[in-house]
């Protein structure tokens, strides 16, 4: 597999150190498998370390040794004891580069009583950032998804009789029927003044007349996420001004994606005719994120990122004004940062 290789390339140069690494995400985006365990590299070969309930599982990974632990000897081959023991009988090095931010402290603690420890998470968040064309392709479909769910999701909404709850999970089983395993994040639908809230968990409030409707949703197909946002807007004028002024600063934000241009520049861009419109405090989140195995991925695009966009990054710009008691705005797409203008994957005409 390309992404070991790509692993591989990194840890060869380290003869003194054997690599553990842990986190679903990790262990997906390198061998597209989805259970509990660790990925081991040692002497040059790597190791899917499972518990016995995943073994199973297991044994449709490609290109590893595949290694089981259990607290008894009931099986052959099998590792007896806990995690910990069955690191020891693999990793034969005093030092262990990790993924740190995918370990948990009690796992930290004990690796580190044994082993020095190394943090190498920049390099693997360097390696997940940019996708190759596979990744791009399931993003892609996952958005094909979105855009039919956001699609009936607005088709259903009925004056006096939806509520949040109701459209939310007319949205999900839409996702799911088309194809999605699950959705990416629990779907957002927010009516009127929910809509102010950024992470509003549906509710049973109903649609009322001239409601504002937000809706922030994704699938996840094939292991990867989508993300979008549109808001609706009817009869509320004032609504209708601060529509235009985020539909503006997420134009002009997505004017500025390329190779080479540092994400903080886009969050400024968007950040700057919010400001001038006077709604600049009412801004209250970064304006976009990578996407991938995770629908929060490097890069951050905010107005403190240090990054720097790179061709086939996959990316949303999503800002918004938020205000309490009234209503919220977001408009929210995913893009392929490409060397010139970006590709868009849009769900839904912007319209007001």
């Known amino acids: 597999m390309n992404r070991l290789r790509k692993l591989k390339a990194i840890l060869e140069d380290k003869k003194d150190s054997c690599a553990i690494i842990f986190g679903s995400p990790n262990l997906f985006y390198f061998l597209e498998y989805s259970g509990a365990g660790a990925l081991i590299y ?12 995943e073994m199973y599982r297991a044994e449709n990974v490609k290109d590893v040794d595949i290694a089981i632990y259990y607290p008894s000897k009931i099986l052959e081959n099998v590792i007896e004891g806990n995690i910990f023991r069955a690191i020891e009988k693999i990793v034969n090095k005093s030092n262990i580069m990790l993924d740190v931010s995918w370990v948990e402290a009690s796992t930290y ?3 580190s009583e044994k082993y020095k420890v190394i943090d190498f998470s920049n390099e693997i968040v360097r390696l997940r950032e940019v996708k190759d064309n596979d990744e791009i392709e399931r993003i892609r479909k996952a958005g094909e998804i979105t855009a039919v769910a956001m699609k009936i999701g607005m088709e259903k909404l009925s004056e006096g009789t939806s509520n949040e709850k109701q459209v939310a999970g007319i949205i999900d089983m839409t996702m799911r029927s088309m194809g999605a395993e699950d959705y990416a994040f629990p779907s957002i639908v927010a009516f009127g003044e929910n809509s102010a809230y950024p992470h509003h968990i549906p509710t049973d409030r109903v649609l009322g007349n001239n409601d504002i409707v937000l809706f922030d949703i994704g699938a996840k197909y094939n292991g990867y996420c989508f993300d979008s946002t549109r808001t609706f807007v009817f009869k509320n004028s004032e609504a209708k001004k601060v529509y235009e002024v985020v539909l503006e600063a997420q134009m002009e934000a997505i004017d500025a994606v390329r190779d080479g241009v540092m994400a903080s520049e886009v969050d400024i861009t968007a950040r700057r005719v919010i400001e001038k419109a006077g709604y600049g405090k009412y801004f209250i989140h970064s304006t976009g994120h990578g996407v991938g195995v995770e629908i929060h991925e490097s890069p951050a695009v905010s107005m403190n990122s240090k990054q ?3 061709e086939n990054m996959i990316i949303t710009v999503e800002p918004g004004i938020y205000l309490k008691g009234r209503f919220g705005i977001r408009i929210e797409d995913t893009l392929i940062v490409t060397k010139g203008k ?3 994957l849009e769900t839904a005409y912007k319209l007001l």
């Open 42 to 53: 040692c002497d040059s070969r790597f190791t899917l370390l499972v518990p016995a309930l």
């Open 109 to 111: 603690k004990a690796l």
């Open 308 to 310: 720097i966009l790179k």
């Open 342 to 344: 970006p590709i868009v």
